[in-house]
Every structure is written in structure tokens, then in C-alpha cells.
């Protein structure tokens, strides 16, 4: 090789370090380089400006003697435990690392790092790779750190996933493995190749137009698009440098899918909460409505738009009000569900409510607001109380009738009798329970009482009376008239029987 040679190859050498360099320095991230020593070679300006200086070329860390590097446990590390040695040196590949610089007045920032290490085709590792960004500030607020990591995660996954550079006249400089994969072209066939001329169906896209205004405005921009020949979503940040442009992109259509099916998800609760015939609604911690649906705005005759951020005590009277909120603060103090009736005053009177009310808590496992679903039980409530009123006639004509009165089962036992029964028979209603009629009957008059009885279940006779005779607990005898009938249920069935006695001892005996 002659010396014009030599010249020229150190030229494009030195060309591919300021591309390289033109590249790192585009990223908003710090990146630091190390060689296989773990000495750093290289850093960007954000690099620089983090630590105030640039590191100097294999001075590992010299920047930093001053400085103490603590884990996210606050204790110090070992230089050779460093993110960036590790991955020079062992080859580890380390992600969402948290690590924190200390300068001697106290001073720290806290960084979110990711490392891995630069290999050769033959697998060696030639040194390292880190980057990282500083998020001290992000760190002070519990939103801001989930903001930040997703942040980090996507420009992470965005570098870790596919990136591809272009210089000004749009021909790609370098692809990374994921990229190939993504693009489904090999590194070989594309470099130093027009992007357009490549993949022709994009010169139109929205890829080509965003691209093209990065470069115009020399500002980065982010988008997702669709990419019909691949038939994926991409997520794509590109940012601008004097030599061309960076992008870095990820495969995002799973996300996609999971986007659409929970949007789905969201137009059929909507359906459901505003087709269903119960009341339903939300509250916040004060107590304001912040979502009703039809059935309330139609029950309470109030628009969405006019109750929204009210609450109670601008719909209902103070003290119908303030039963609601009793209940509502005992959701927030106990994050319960929990079931309450409830009574609100309609055009035609007291309607009651089954209410149940159930707090809806955020990300963080905190109560924000509750949710009530409330249904109409007034009809249902007004047949339980007139089947109680009429249980409670039943229960005292039964125990306050002249006559005796017993209900028994099928096969005999007795399972309800009122006083004037057990005084006709002679036997306290606690020993009855345990007997059948057929153990009180006299012999002479069981058979007859049995044969009226199959007919009666049997439907063959709906009732039939007779004079039978009582063997008292005493033995003395106590002669009766007995009306007997059967219950039966909707399908005809016999349930039990109803014997009405009447005492006629005094007759009979006289």
C-alpha cells in the first residue's frame, strides 16, 4: 500500500469516527465507550455535560476520582462492578440499572443506565457500550418516576430493538441485527443504498414524510405507523444530526392489538352501563359525581352535563343527602364492597334501593372512587311486607282459632299445631313434634282415617270429615270431629295435610 493510500484509508477512517461520533452526539442520552479494558474511549455531550468534562482517552473513570458511584441500595460499588467494566470485561449485557453519582459537597444524581458489550463477527468483545440518563429530578415524584421509566423503556427498547443511520443523501451508514430482522434485509444489501430506492412503497408513507420534516426542522420526531409490506406496526424516533439522520424503531403491533381489544373492552362496558336498567354511578373522594348513566339521569329527571361534579346535597333533600354520603364515607374508610337500602323521594312516593357500592382503587392500590349500582326493590318490598302482614294474620287466626288445628307430612308427623290441638289431645306441642297422628289415633277409627286419607291424596275427594277418637298421654279418650284437607304445590303435588279438630268429648260422653 502506497502512502496516497495510506492517506486515504486514515481519511475514511477518520470520516467513520465523525460519523460515529455525529451519531452518539445526536442522542439525547448519555452513551460512554469503553475498550476492552473497560477504559473509556468515547463519550457524547450529554455525556460531557453530566459530568462536566469530557473523560479523557484511556484514563478509565479519571473524571470521576472524585466522585462516589452508590446502587440503588446507597452502598458504594466496586470500580470493577461498574455497569460498563462488567460488560467490557465479562461481557454482561445489564438493563434499568439505577446508579447514583455522589461528589464530595453532597451533591448526587441519580442515572437509569443500560450497558452491553461490543462484540466482533467472531464473538470477541471489543469494549462496551453505555447509556443512560440522568433522572434526579424524575426521581423527587412518584409520577414522574413511572413517566421517566417509561420513558427509558421505550428509548431503550427502541436502541435494543432495530436502529439504522442515513446520511444526507438518505443512503443507509449502518443497520443493527434487529433491524435487519424487522426489515428483513440483510446489512450487506443496504449499505450505502438509498432508503427510497430500497424500499420503494415508502417514498410516499408517512415514514418518508416524517423523516423529511425531522431534517427540515432539524427536530427529532417520534410516530407510529403502519407498514403494509411487513404488515406490522412500528414506533419510530428519529433525530436529526449535521450528517444525517438516526432512527431507532420497535415492532409494536402486539401493543396494537392489546390497544384495540382494550378499546373494545371499553365500548362494551359503556354499553353495558348505559343499557342496563339499574342505576349506576361514581363518585369521587368529595363526594361529586363523576359518571352517571341513562338509567340515573331518567330516574332523577337531571342531565349528565348539570349533575357532573355536584353531589348529593344538590340533588336530594339534606336529610335523604346525608344518609348517602354516611354510607359512601364507610366504603372509603373500609374499601369494602358492601350493600346498603337506600330510600330517595320520587314523584309517586318512597322508592327503596338495593345499593351496591364498591371503591375503585388507581395503579397504586389507592382509593380514588367508588362505584354504586343501584336496583329498584320498592315492588319487592312491598310484597315482602304484605306477605309478612299476611303471615302475621295466618300465624294469629292459627294460634287464636276456637278449634284445633294441626299440620301434618305426608307420612304422619306433625309439624305445626296451635294450644286448643295439644289441649284436646293432652300433649305438650314439644312431644307432639316428635309423634304422628297415627300414634295419638285410637285403633278402632285408624284404619277408617287412613282410607279417607290415600283417597284424599290421591285426589279422589278434596276433604272429608269423621268422629275419631284421641288416645290422651294420660289414656283417657277425647272424641273429636275431624275435617281434614291436603296442601299442594304448584304442580299438584301434595305438600301436607290440615286436620281442624273439634272437641265433642262432653256429647259423646253424656
Known amino acids: 500500500m502506497d502512502n496516497n493510500d495510506r492517506k486515504k484509508g486514515f481519511a475514511d477512517f477518520e470520516s467513520d469516527i465523525a460519523m460515529l461520533r455525529a451519531i452518539i452526539d445526536s442522542a439525547p442520552e448519555g452513551i460512554v465507550v469503553a475498550d476492552s479494558k473497560g477504559d473509556v474511549v468515547l463519550t457524547n455531550g450529554a455525556a460531557d455535560e453530566l459530568y462536566s468534562h469530557p473523560v479523557s482517552r ?90 421517566s421509566r417509561k420513558q427509558v423503556i421505550d428509548i ?33 444489501e443496504l449499505l450505502f443504498r438509498n432508503i427510497w430506492t430500497e424500499f420503494p412503497e415508502e417514498v410516499d408513507s408517512t415514514f418518508s414524510r416524517e423523516y423529511k420534516r425531522a431534517k427540515l426542522e432539524n427536530m427529532p420526531v417520534s410516530f407510529e405507523a403502519y407498514y403494509p409490506r411487513l404488515e406490522i406496526w412500528l414506533k419510530v424516533d428519529a433525530y436529526p444530526y449535521k450528517n444525517g439522520l438516526s432512527v431507532f424503531f420497535s415492532d409494536i403491533t402486539e401493543q396494537k392489538r392489546i390497544a384495540q381489544e382494550l378499546r373494545e373492552n371499553q365500548q362494551l362496558l359503556h354499553g353495558i352501563i348505559y343499557s342496563t336498567s339499574s342505576i349506576i354511578f361514581v363518585k369521587d373522594t368529595q363526594g361529586r359525581f363523576v359518571l352517571v348513566n341513562h338509567e ?23 336529610d335523604i343527602a346525608e344518609r348517602f354520603a354516611a354510607n359512601d364515607r364507610e366504603i372509603f374508610e373500609t374499601g369494602q364492597l358492601q350493600e346498603f ?16 357500592k364498591f ?16 336496583t329498584d326493590i320498592t315492588n319487592r318490598k312491598r310484597v315482602e311486607e304484605e306477605l309478612k302482614e299476611s303471615e302475621e294474620r295466618f300465624r294469629t ?108 268429648s262432653e256429647r259423646k260422653l253424656t
Not at 371503591?359 to 343501584?374: K, M, Q, S
Open 156 to 188: 431503550l427498547n427502541s436502541i435494543s430493538d432495530a436502529f439504522y443511520a442515513l446520511d444526507n443523501s438518505w443512503r443507509f451508514t449502518y443497520l443493527n441485527q434487529r433491524a435487519e430482522k424487522l426489515l428483513r434485509r440483510r446489512k450487506e
Open 296 to 318: 340515573f339521569e331518567k330516574v332523577f329527571k337531571v342531565g349528565k352535563e348539570e349533575l357532573l361534579g355536584k353531589t348529593d346535597f344538590d340533588l336530594f333533600e339534606p
Open 397 to 504: 287466626t292459627f294460634e287464636l282459632a276456637a278449634v284445633g288445628i294441626a299440620h301434618v307430612d305426608l307420612e304422619g308427623r306433625f309439624i305445626r299445631l296451635n294450644k286448643i290441638y295439644c289441649d284436646i289431645v293432652g300433649y305438650p306441642k314439644e312431644e307432639l313434634t316428635n309423634l304422628r297422628f297415627q300414634d295419638i289415633t285410637h285403633p278402632d277409627d285408624l284404619e277408617n282415617d287412613l282410607r279417607q286419607l290415600r283417597a284424599l291424596r290421591a285426589g279422589e275427594i278434596e276433604t272429608y270429615s269423621m268422629e275419631k277418637r284421641y288416645i290422651k298421654k294420660d289414656g283417657s279418650i277425647a272424641w273429636v270431629n275431624l275435617s281434614a284437607s291436603v296442601v299442594r304445590n304448584d304442580d299438584g303435588e301434595p305438600r301436607y295435610y290440615i286436620a281442624v279438630v273439634e272437641d265433642i
Open 58 to 147: 484511556r484514563s478509565a473513570f479519571k473524571g470521576l476520582t472524585s466522585l462516589t458511584v452508590v446502587d440503588s441500595d446507597d452502598k458504594p460499588y466496586n470500580p470493577e462492578n461498574l455497569p460498563l467494566r462488567r460488560s467490557a470485561l465479562k461481557g454482561e449485557t445489564l438493563t434499568s440499572i439505577e446508579l447514583t453519582l455522589v461528589w464530595p459537597d453532597g451533591e448526587r444524581r441519580d442515572l437509569l443506565m443500560n450497558t452491553a458489550p461490543i462484540r466482533a463477527e467472531d464473538g470477541a468483545i471489543l469494549g462496551a457500550v453505555g447509556i443512560f440518563q440522568d433522572i434526579t429530578l424524575r426521581k423527587q415524584s412518584a409520577e414522574d418516576v413511572r413517566e
Open 341 to 356: 337500602e337506600e330510600t330517595a323521594l320520587h314523584d309517586d312516593g318512597v322508592h327503596t334501593y338495593l345499593t351496591v
Open 359 to 374: 371503591p375503585l382503587r388507581d395503579v397504586n392500590g389507592d382509593v380514588y372512587a367508588l362505584c354504586g349500582i343501584a
